[in-house]
């Protein structure tokens, strides 16, 4: 059974940076995609982006340009680096794993 536990979550101003961190509890070359989530109260979970075994990266429009999804194989992990930060970013960020475990989540805040 695959555990996810996502780190690195804060509150941060507007333009500034922010690195999440997802440490898996397997070898996370066995898993195929590896993606990133967020969800504001209220509202559906939105798919950030993902990557894949191969270091494949996809991203949603809305972070395109702005977020780096990476991974390190030797530590199981991996990352989402969230750069010019704002305020509609605010969000819980979740980890998962080839479409069905979940991390228990992260909570970024963008505000002065």
């Known amino acids: 059974q695959v555990q996810l536990v996502e780190s690195g979550g804060g509150l941060v101003q507007p333009g500034g940076s922010l690195r999440l961190s997802c440490a898996a509890s397997?070898?996370?070359?066995?898993?195929?995609?590896l993606a990133w989530y967020r969800q504001v109260p209220g509202k559906e979970r939105e798919w950030v982006g993902h990557i894949t075994r191969g270091g494949s990266t996809m991203y949603a429009n809305s972070v395109k340009g702005r977020f780096t999804i990476s991974r390190d194989n030797s530590k199981n992990s991996v990352y989402l680096q969230m750069n010019t930060l704002k305020p509609e970013d605010t969000a819980v960020y979740y980890c998962?794993?080839?479409?069905?475990?979940w991390g228990q989540g992260t909570l970024v805040t963008v505000s002065s």
């Open positions: 397997v070898s996370i070359l066995s898993i195929s995609v």
């Open positions: 998962n794993a080839a479409g069905n475990v």
